[in-house]
T-cell receptor, first 112, second 113 residues
Framework: RKEVEQDPGPFNVPEGATVAFNCTYS??????FFWYRQDCRKEPKLLMS???SGNEDGRFTAQLNRASQYISLLIRDSKLSDSATYLC?????????????FGKGTKLSVIP | GAGVSQSPSNKVTEKGKDVELRCDPI?????LYWYRQSLGQGLEFLIY????????KSGLPSDRFSAERTGGSVSTLTIQRTQQEDSAVYLC???????????FGQGTRLTVV
């Protein structure tokens, strides 16, 4: 069974702090990963893709470590609006794969 | 709108009744997924469609649950003889292909009383 594991948290951090989440995945053949965020009582929304070389989108940086089978999300200069649950997603082994496996999420609370 | 549309947004039903939940994916998206999320819990995979066929029904919790997709577009999730443990938010997502990013609808909040 393909699984994705995340630390559920909560991570309580002050505004302006840097916070990092890790996520491990069990399917060694997986090639494609994403981070989603889910606000309370809302649907998950795509935050960013994770590229093998690492990628950045503003204050957010995602990285992939294939050897250890984990991905990470780094948030710099945390804002109150970053408070949400962050979901790690294993999208499987590429074209022809339909896998869309979610972790249970890591809860982040940014405190004033 | 151009997003994934689900209806109804809220449904309250009596135990033992049947319910139908509808998902209208983004136009042109061939892959469609149903998930269930209980309060405070993670996403539970139910079923996946590629076009009109469902290669993976492994997540359906019991034979009271069924789903179909017609015309490679709209999908319906049917729950027969609802039980209180079926109360949850049912989320639908679609993607252009099997490995691209998926987009979610706002969900149907089902309450069985």
């Amino acid at each position: 069974r393909k699984e994705v594991e995340q630390d559920p948290g909560p991570f309580n951090v002050p505004e302006g702090a840097t916070v990092a989440f890790n996520c491990t995945y069990s399917n060694s053949a997986s090639q494609s990963f994403f981070w989603y965020r889910q606000d309370c009582r809302k649907e998950p929304k795509l935050l960013m893709s994770v590229y093998s070389s690492g990628n950045e989108d503003g204050r957010f940086t995602a990285q992939l470590n294939r050897a250890s089978q984990y991905i990470s999300l780094l948030i710099r200069d945390s804002k109150l609006s970053d408070s949400a649950t962050y979901l790690c997603v294993d999208r499987g082994s590429g074209a022809g794969s339909y896998q869309l496996t979610f972790g249970k999420g890591t809860k982040l609370s940014v405190i004033p | 709108g151009a997003g994934v549309s689900q209806s109804p947004s809220n449904k309250v039903t009596e135990k033992g009744k049947d319910v139908e939940l509808r998902c209208d994916p983004i136009s042109g998206h061939t892959a469609l997924y149903w998930y269930r999320q209980s309060l405070g819990q993670g996403l539970e995979f139910l079923i996946y469609f590629q076009g009109n066929s469902a290669p993976d029904k492994s997540g359906l919790p019991s034979d009271r649950f069924s789903a179909e997709r017609t015309g490679g577009s709209v999908s319906t999730l049917t729950i027969q003889r609802t039980q209180q443990e079926d109360s949850a938010v049912y989320l639908c997502a679609s993607s252009l292909a099997g490995y691209t990013e998926a987009f979610f609808g706002q969900g149907t909040r089902l309450t069985v009383v």
